[in-house]
């Protein structure tokens, strides 16, 4: 195999599985380690920085991360769970102090650029907070009388009470906006015609699907589409559901209705889903919160009929299936031949999907559209087919998450800025990274090098019948500062990189044998498939990454499979030579302002 | 701060025959000095007893005083320690094993250890023919000291200060041949996949086996112009053979091009394979490896591998026919008889 660059910071990125798995590349190691140092301030401004919405995050994040963590692959047979890493960035919200001499200044007199910002989500908040520090000036607009876009009308309080998000809103916002709430934005051109300098679409993936099957038509008093409903609920227009309660589909919209209408007055509330419970689409923690308040999950039903008694809806007929995988492993669902099922009802809550709309951009205005009625968009550049149109977020690519559209919309702040000062957006800003060594003495690191055992520690929550008795009661109470430095030590610092110079090295073994995971060999170099099955314990994930050092004078080379490296340390603890060395690596995305200064 | 190691290993870590995990044959975390060749020791130590699926409570360490006499303590921590006084290794070794015979005996010790304050030791423990392993860790120096020239500090070998040694090293693997040792192996701590496997054929050996280990002393004698360094060993060592080993429960089935490799079969059944040996070595002649080594020497080389194997010798137990029994498992009337047997041992000498 090819030595290794490891001047190109992609290689260390690679390294630190949470951060490159988090679609905004939030340092985490870094904000974890300022948790455990009780720096609040100095770990909230980390996320702050990248995700702009670290208490909101903090609570509702999908967490890719966590599935990449590191930690998550020591265990035995997947006996060890990942690092908490989005509950302790709520710790670093919850206990920071007043941040606000800490955000950056807003200059006094703008750069003479007009930006219209439509829909107030996280994605043109997000624009908003890389733009404002630039001088430029802003118009949000949205159609709801509030900004926060689906994390106030959909996310429900009880999992991210309004306090948070309003504090969050407004260290963005800070009174330099121009706010138009209240009203649709119902053209495009109209817009494009008040002169702005550049117009981003943030306006996400509003509309719900509907599910049209006998007797829908009878009764749509009592069929609601959910994310309709959850915003109705959420600006209090609707106060009350049935006793009875059917939610249909399996992802997070789901649970979120199945959660809010206990909270409602549904007292029977059920989950009904086609599929078998491994597809299902809503994240499990997502899931074990809606079965730990006494909602079951029936897998396995497809909807067929909505009963209809006397012009009321009575219940609902389902018919029973199971998966079968064709030799492809394509999969269809089964009929088993059993009896339908029939489950009573008040209400139902349709929780099968969302689609975007435009039907108030005008279809030639240079604005092209391609399948299913989506926008042409550069999802690097996140440019639509007219040069001053960004789009990101939900609007951009469909129905995702915050932190995806936080992402997103970084990129297009720069092509905003970019386009703005008259640069080329396709020329992407690099990355800023740091690389420095973190020994302190001949045992000490300025890490905490050592690997806490710990099992993953469960964040506590209220008692559920408090919880069930106001939709507005955060369920979780996060961990306190204790709980948070117990699982923050748990993570491993993967940021801290083992650095390897093979000049230095004099083939004693120290550091192959202290290795408590083996992932060090020094071996004949070959290409990629033999190497990996070569080393001491064959690298079989070949989605991580193998580092191959330069020739040694045995003529063999230094291999280190980066899976399940601990970060320990103790390689370079045992370097006579110091050919291993241990150095932070810091890796940040380029954000808008920064890029034009380049 | 790390001086501890972190419990995770790697996650396809198998487990040995009787379900231990190599971490269960690990010691403390080495407090010698980064580096250094005896750690190298310790780990291939801990890999073949690992491999072997011995018992960790069935073996005895025992080692004298040293850099080299303290492993130990970094290996096999759930088994039998005895760090016991300078050179006086091979004492407490004869003494322990002959009250309990059913451990397996494992002596550590140095050049220093060896060499000079324990060479008495060493011949008489050689030639009683004690069933143990023992293993020199070589690093031509006293390291715990500080690195002073040891005996078998290499003619001509220049220390870190640069003066070169003046007098002719006693070579152990020789001194042991020609004391009738069964078993004797020279290798280095930087090679385990030939240091492994003789630890292994050493542990199944009935009766004394001896591994000089070239252990390179990282902080004193890894200077140019040492001759125990890691660079001038890496450069002069010279195999006898590729050597493998077939421990008695498992069944051969590589096969080999005939010609290409010796067997040599243990008394338990377990199988030596020595592989591409040199042209005309046989490790089954006394002579022949005291030849070879001279010659090895004489072209500046050093001569690695099994040197020598009696396949089925008689230990110190036969020679001195001993009770079969350990003595902690012998009840009170056979170890105590009585006046009457006393008396009548006495009347046998009269
Ligand atoms: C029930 C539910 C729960 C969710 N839970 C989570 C979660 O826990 N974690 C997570 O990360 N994500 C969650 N999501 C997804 C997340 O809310 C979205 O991915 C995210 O808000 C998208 O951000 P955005 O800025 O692209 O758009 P949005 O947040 O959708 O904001 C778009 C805004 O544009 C406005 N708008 C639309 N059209 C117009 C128009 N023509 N004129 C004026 N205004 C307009 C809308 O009113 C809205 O305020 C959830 C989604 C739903 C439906
Ligand atoms: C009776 C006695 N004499 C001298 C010493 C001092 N001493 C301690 S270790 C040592 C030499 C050790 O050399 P070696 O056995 O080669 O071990 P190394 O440290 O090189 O591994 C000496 C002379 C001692 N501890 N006890
Ligand atoms: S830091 Fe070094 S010793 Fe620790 S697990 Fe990684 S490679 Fe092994
Ligand atoms: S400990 Fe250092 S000198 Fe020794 S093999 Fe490892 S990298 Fe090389
Ligand atoms: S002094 Fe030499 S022998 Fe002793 S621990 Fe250090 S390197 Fe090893
Ligand atoms: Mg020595």
């Known amino acids: 195999m090819e030595v290794t660059n490891t001047a190109d910071p992609e290689y260390f990125h690679r390294v630190v599985d949470c951060q490159y798995a988090c679609p905004a590349h ?5 904000y974890i380690r300022l948790i455990a140092q009780g720096r609040y301030d100095d770990a909230y401004m980390i996320n702050w920085e990248s ?7 903090g609570r509702t994040c999908d967490r890719p991360c966590e599935p990449a963590c590191r930690r998550g692959r020591l265990g035995k047979d997947g006996s060890e769970e990942p690092v908490a890493i989005c509950r302790l960035k709520r710790v670093a919200a919850d206990n920071k102090d007043n941040i606000l001499s800490r955000l950056p200044a807003i200059p006094s007199n703008n750069n003479g650029k007009r930006i219209a910002l439509i829909g107030a989500g996280p994605a043109s908040l997000t624009v908003a907070r890389d733009l404002l520090p630039l001088g430029y000036e802003l118009v949000l607009f949205d159609e709801q009388k509030v900004a926060g876009g689906m994390m106030r009308s959909q996310i429900p309080s009880f999992r991210l009470p309004e306090k948070v998000l309003n504090e969050e809103i407004d260290f963005i916002l800070r009174d330099q906006v121009e706010l138009r709430l209240g009203k649709r934005v119902d053209s495009m051109k109209a817009v494009l015609d008040e002169g702005f ?3 981003f679409i943030g306006t996400g993936a509003p509309k719900g699907k509907e599910l049209n099957l006998p007797g829908s038509e009878e009764c749509t008093a009592n069929i609601h589409v959910g994310v309709s409903w959850l915003s109705s609920v959420a600006f209090e227009h609707t106060t009350r559901i049935g006793r009875r309660v059917i939610v249909l589909g399996g992802g997070n919209t789901a649970m979120d209705c199945c959660r809010t209408a206990r909270r409602l007055g549904g007292e029977d509330v059920k989950v009904v889903v086609r599929s078998p419970r491994e597809t299902m689409k809503a994240s499990p923690w997502e899931i074990e919160d809606a079965e730990h308040e006494g909602i079951p999950i029936l897998n396995n039903h497809v909807p067929k009929e909505f009963i209809v008694e006397n012009g009321r809806l009575v219940g609902m007929r389902f018919e029973k299936v199971e998966a079968q995988y064709d030799e492809n492993g394509k999969r269809s669902l089964v009929p088993t031949g059993e009896d339908p099922v029939v489950i009573p009802c008040d209400d139902v809550l349709v929780a099968v999907g969302q689609e975007n709309s435009f039907p108030w951009i005008e279809r030639d205005i240079g604005i092209e559209f391609g399948d299913w009625d989506m926008l042409k968009v550069d999802t690097r550049t996140f440019a639509t087919t007219n040069k001053k149109v960004f789009v990101a977020g939900d609007a951009a690519i469909g129905p995702e998450n915050i932190i995806t559209a936080v992402a997103q919309a970084h990129q297009a702040a720069i092509s905003i800025d970019k386009y703005c000062m008259g640069q080329a957006i396709d020329d992407r800003p690099a990355p800023g990274h740091t690389l420095i060594s973190q020994k302190m003495g001949v045992h000490e690191w300025s890490y905490s090098s050592s690997v806490a055992d710990d099992p993953r520690h469960v964040v506590p929550l209220i008692a559920t019948d408090k919880a069930l008795a106001d939709r507005k009661v955060e369920v979780e109470l996060g961990f306190d500062r204790q709980l948070g430095l117990e699982e923050a030590e748990r993570c491993l610092n993967c940021d801290v990189q083992t650095v390897f110079e093979a000049k230095r090295c ?27 099955e070569n080393l001491t314990f064959p690298a079989r994930n070949v989605e991580q990454p193998l580092f191959i050092s330069d020739d040694l004078a045995t003529g063999r080379v230094m291999v280190k499979d980066e899976n399940v490296c601990l970060h320990c340390g103790l390689c370079a603890e045992r370097c006579p030579t110091g050919a291993w060395d241990m150095q932070k690596f810091l890796y940040r995305v380029t954000q808008a302002g920064k890029a034009c200064q380049l | 701060m790390t001086y501890l190691r972190p419990n995770f290993r790697h996650p396809d870590a198998p487990t040995n025959r009787i379900g231990f995990t190599e971490k269960d044959y690990e010691g403390a975390l080495s407090t010698l000095c980064a580096g250094c060749g005896h750690d190298s020791i310790s780990s291939a130590i801990v890999s073949a007893c690992f491999e072997l699926s011995i018992e960790p409570h069935r073996v005895a360490k025992l080692s004298g005083i040293g850099c080299s006499s303290k492993t130990p303590t970094y290996f096999l921590s759930n088994s039998h320690g005895f760090n016991s006084v300078h050179g006086r290794m091979p004492s407490v070794t004869t003494g322990a094993n002959l009250a309990n015979r059913d451990l397996i005996y494992l002596g550590v010790s140095g050049d220093g250890d060896s060499a000079s304050i324990g060479l008495g030791q060493f011949g008489h423990v050689v030639r009683r023919n004690l069933n143990m392993l023992y293993v020199l860790e070589n690093n031509g120096c006293y390291g715990l000291t500080k690195g002073q020239t040891s005996a078998t500090t290499d003619l001509d070998s220049v220390n870190k200060a640069g003066v070169n040694n003046p007098f002719e090293p006693i070579d152990l693997t020789k001194l042991a041949l020609q004391l009738g040792a069964t078993f004797v192996a020279r290798s280095f701590s930087g090679d385990k996949e030939q240091l492994v496997p003789l630890i292994k054929a050493a542990i199944s050996h009935r009766g004394f086996a001896f591994i000089d280990v070239i252990s390179p ?7 140019p112009g040492s001759k125990k360094s890691y660079d001038f060993v890496r450069e002069h060592c010279e195999a006898t053979a590729t050597i493998d080993f077939v ?12 010609g290409s490799t010796k067997e040599v079969t243990l008394h338990d059944g377990s199988v030596i ?14 002579h022949a490896a005291l030849e070879a080594l001279h010659r090895a020497e004489q072209r500046g080389e050093i001569l690695t591998g099994l040197l020598y194997i009696d396949e089925d010798p008689s230990d110190l137990h036969d020679t001195l026919n001993t009770v079969s029994t350990a003595l902690n498992a012998l009840d009170e009337e056979a170890l105590c008889p009585g006046n009457k047997v006393l008396q009548s041992i006495n009347r046998s000498f009269r």
């Open chain 2, 217 to 223: 002393c990282v902080t004193f004698n890894n200077n």
């Open chain 1, 197 to 199: 300098d550049a117009v």
């Open chain 1, 506 to 532: 004099i083939e004693c073994d120290a550091c192959v044998d202290i290795c408590p995971t083996d992932c060090l060999t020094m071996i004949g170099n070959s290409e990629e498939g033999q190497l990996r």
């Open chain 1, 26 to 30: 939030t340092p985490v190691p870094e």
């Open chain 2, 273 to 286: 394979r020595l592989q591409k040996p040199m042209t005309d070595y046989r490790p089954d002649n006394r």
């Open chain 2, 247 to 258: 421990p008695m429960q498992e069944e051969i089935t590589t096969a080999y091009e005939p």
């Open chain 1, 51 to 57: 995700n702009v919405f670290p208490g909101v995050l």
